[in-house]
């Protein structure tokens, strides 16, 4: 059964630093393409960053340019989301999401309908 399952969440204060994992089993996630998005509640689902499944090319939104690093170990069948100067807009359920279907050559950071399967999230919160 293929499945993501995030992991690295919690409560951190302004400032702060965390490390997201998503990992994949049932499939390996090695060429393909892998999202990581934000929800709050009220909001429409926020991408953060993808990474391509062909070269790890990584994309950031806004948002998540200058503080988030998105990395992948394959041999690990782990992609993570390494989160620096956390602010309190940075809360919200954090989610992986990975596309089976294409080639990997790209990835979408605003555009979470393109991609198959998501993990069940992981909730981050920021307390100043």
């Known amino acids: 059964q293929l499945q993501l399952v995030e992991s690295g969440g919690g409560l951190v204060r302004v400032g702060g630093s965390l490390t997201l994992s998503c990992v994949a089993s049932?499939?390996?996630?090695?060429?393909?393409?892998v999202g990581w998005f934000r929800q709050v509640p009220g909001k429409e689902r926020e991408g953060l960053s993808c990474i391509t499944g062909r070269d790890g090319s990584t994309y950031y939104a806004d948002s998540a340019e200058g503080r988030f690093t998105m990395s992948r170990d394959n041999a690990k069948n782990t992609v993570y989301l390494q989160m620096n100067s956390l602010q309190s807009e940075d809360t919200g359920v954090y989610y992986c999401?990975?596309?089976?279907?294409?080639?990997?050559?790209?990835?979408?950071?605003?555009?979470?309908?393109?991609?198959?399967?998501w993990g069940q999230g992981t909730q981050v919160t920021v307390s100043s």
């Open positions: 049932g499939f390996g996630l090695d060429n393909h393409s």
């Open positions: 999401a990975v596309e089976v279907q294409t080639s990997g050559a790209v990835c979408y950071i605003y555009n979470p309908i393109w991609y198959n399967y």
